[in-house]
């Protein structure tokens, strides 16, 4: 089993930053893989970003346009998502869940983090 805990949401005024983190423990793996999701009300879930647990290869979203960066900290076992200029639509609960790569089912999610951004 594979336990995510996030951090690092609050508020923020539009233009502004926040760094989220997912903080990893228990059976990780070199062949899992790290997502970040958002979710508002209403709305379905959508993807962010996404990095191998081994590090390397990252995806993002079209609407991330180059505003965030995914990243991990090999000590801390924690995946890091950099966001930049946001924009009051960037307002979710984010969260981060693991998938194997040979797997298309995202097993393990964490509890989320509000991003709130104002205008």
């Known amino acids: 089993q594979v336990q995510l805990v996030e951090s690092g949401g609050g508020s923020v005024q539009a233009g502004g930053s926040l760094r989220l983190s997912c903080a990893a423990s228990?059976?990780?793996?070199?062949?899992?893989?790290i997502h970040w999701f958002r979710q508002t009300p209403g709305k379905e879930r959508e993807f962010v970003a996404a990095?191998?647990?081994?590090?390397?290869?990252?995806n993002y979203a079209d609407f991330v346009e180059g505003r965030f960066t995914i990243s991990r900290d090999n000590a801390k076992n924690t995946i890091y998502l950099q966001m930049n200029s946001l924009k009051p639509e960037d307002t979710a609960n984010y969260l981060c869940?693991?998938?194997?790569?040979?797997?298309?089912?995202?097993?393990?999610w964490g509890q989320g983090t509000q991003v709130t951004v104002s205008s």
């Open positions: 990095i191998y647990w081994s590090g390397g290869s990252t």
């Open positions: 228990g059976r990780t793996s070199s062949s899992g893989t």
């Open positions: 869940a693991w998938r194997e790569i040979w797997s298309p089912t995202y097993k393990y």
